[in-house]
């Protein structure tokens, strides 16, 4: 079969203009992390016809994840992800520039960064999220990303927005991001969980029991795929509106999307996030304990 890429792409056209796809294939995006929300976002930017991309994780497909990443198959079990998830890719578009980086990804993050008009914020781990940020904000790129949440959400950090470490309270300021201690990264998720049930509905929704089990460090994340999946592509709209230079829908503190009853909800003002939060605190400590 003769591959063509206007074919391709020809419906998106109405969605974008002619001229708008044509800055799509011609941008470059870098995605670290390509398991759960930030290989549905690949998925995402790779049929809506985005021309390069590079791809960066140090993991390897397993049988659990099989219950929400979009390229977790039976055959790529075992496969290094971002390599299987190059491969799919291809299939999806042959004319795609993928570059993979594996655990030396650290090594070229910097031209990574500065050579993508967008930086997506796919990985799990503290100490990658905070270099990717870092670096981000020196090469002034903005980084979409989303909260560890049982609900979809997504917020966009423009370079001079204060960064999640700085936004929600981390003790990670001042420490090199391959330097954290078990206690800063322990602080820093019970930060970003004080934001998710101070600024959503996320604990109506999920085993409150289990998810204590998960805060306190006990058992592994609980994921789900309409929810994983569904976040991908959130963060994908938003890297469309970043490479053709749309109003961003998200700023730093993001929103949260809830489908169970189908709206959106905006983080808190100020005022009553204060009065909220020692309640949030005492809550989820009651959790962990």
């Known amino acids: 079969m003769t591959f063509s890429y206007d074919d391709f792409t020809n419906r998106n056209i109405g969605f974008v203009t002619p001229e708008e796809q044509a800055r799509l294939r011609a941008a470059q995006v870098f995605v670290c992390g390509t398991g759960g929300m930030g290989g549905a976002c690949v998925m995402g930017l790779a049929r809506m016809g985005v021309g390069r991309l590079i791809l960066a994780d140090i993991d390897a497909f ?8 979009v390229f977790a198959f039976r055959d790529t079990i075992g496969g290094q992800k971002a390599e299987a998830t190059r491969d799919l890719c291809l299939q999806i578009n042959p004319e795609m520039e993928i570059t993979v980086y594996r655990d030396e990804w650290p090594d070229h993050v910097q031209s990574a960064v500065a050579d993508s008009k967008i930086v997506v914020n796919g990985t799990d781990d503290l100490g990658a999220s905070l270099l990717l940020y870092r670096q981000s904000r020196e090469a002034e790129r903005a980084v979409i990303d989303a909260y560890a949440s049982p609900l979809p959400s997504v ?6 927005d204060p960064m999640p470490e700085e936004r929600l309270g981390y003790p990670t300021i001042g420490t090199a991001w391959d330097a954290l201690s078990q206690a800063q990264r322990e602080s820093a998720f019970f930060a ?3 934001y998710v049930v101070l600024h959503s509905s996320s604990r109506r929704y999920i085993d409150l029991e289990l998810a204590g089990e998960v805060t306190a460090g006990k058992r592994s994340r609980m994921s789900f795929a309409p929810m994983v999946i569904s976040t991908g592509m959130l963060m994908a709209y938003e ?6 230079g749309r109003p961003p829908g998200a700023d730093h503190r993001g929103w949260f999307f809830n489908p169970y009853a189908a709206r959106v909800e905006h983080p808190r003002n100020p005022i009553t996030a204060a009065v909220l939060r020692p309640v949030v605190t005492r809550f989820l400590r009651r959790m962990m304990a």
């Open 155 to 160: 917020f966009v950090t423009q370079p001079k």
């Open 62 to 69: 397993e049988t659990s994840n099989m219950n929400r990443q």
């Open 192 to 194: 970003e969980a004080t």
């Open 239 to 244: 890297v469309v509106n970043g490479i053709l």
